[in-house]
């Protein structure tokens, strides 16, 4: 059964620190999306990688495809990247196989 | 107009009603997607859509009828819903339809709030 967990669940931070959200899968892969959701439910792609470690800006997404886990970190937190964060892959009919997405809240 | 466009961005439907969501495509991909996002669950795919022909997928309840009919226009025509489909829809694309667990990059749309009274 493909499976997709994410953690936490939830996470609150102060603004400026580095946060680290965590996905874990069950079946083999070839690559994995992190996506961001803003709260008006728009999607936005940030990552699609399939080995070692991908940088844009203050966004960090890093893969060990033989441990079947992922990591999303983000550097210098700041309120605006206040987001549910979504990681998934590929399933058979083309489509993204997703986790319950972390809700990430940066206080000022 | 660039990227994947929805509309309406939000609807409210009764029960008896028949409406019809609508995403159109700018990127010149050949696959396109419904995805249902219920509050406290993931996202779950609804249809495929793959050169405008429909690929069986996921059990949907028939009151959710797709259209697909040029690669950059997907519509969900919705009928005799229930307030559990009360949801977020989301439409996106990708250059094609990946195959497996390879995963290839998709796109999405802004979603269509959906409340069925």
């Known amino acids: 059964k493909n499976e997709v967990e994410q953690s936490p669940q939830n996470l609150t931070a102060q603004e400026g620190e580095f946060i680290t959200i965590n996905c874990s899968y069950s079946?083999?892969?070839?690559?994995l999306h992190w996506l961001q959701q803003h709260p008006g439910g728009g999607i936005v792609s940030l990552f699609m990688?399939?080995?070692g470690k991908k940088k844009h800006g203050r966004l960090i997404a890093t893969i060990n495809i033989q441990e079947k886990h992922s990591s999303l970190h983000i550097t210098a937190s700041h309120p605006r990247d206040s987001a549910v964060y979504i990681c998934g892959h590929g399933g058979s009919q083309g489509n993204l196989i997703f986790g319950k997405g972390t809700k990430l809240s940066v206080k000022p | 107009e660039t990227g994947v466009t929805q509309t309406p961005r939000h609807l409210v439907m009764g029960m008896t009603n028949k409406k019809s969501l609508k995403c159109e495509q700018h990127?010149?991909?050949?696959?396109m997607y419904w995805y249902k996002q219920s509050a406290k669950k993931p996202l779950e795919l609804m249809f495929v859509?793959?050169?405008?022909?429909?690929?069986e997928n996921n059990s949907v309840p028939s009151r959710f009828s797709p259209e697909c009919p040029n690669s950059s226009h997907l519509f969900l025509h919705l009928h005799t819903l229930q307030p559990e489909d009360s949801a977020l829809y989301l439409c996106?694309?990708?250059?094609?339809?990946?195959?497996?667990?390879?995963?290839?990059?998709?796109?999405f749309g802004p979603g269509t709030r959906l409340t069925v009274t």
């Open positions: 079946v083999g892969i070839s690559a």
């Open positions: 990127l010149g991909h050949n696959a």
């Open positions: 859509y793959s050169l405008e022909e429909r690929v």
């Open positions: 990688l399939s080995s």
């Open positions: 996106a694309s990708s250059q094609d339809m990946g195959r497996g667990t390879v995963t290839v990059e998709q796109y």
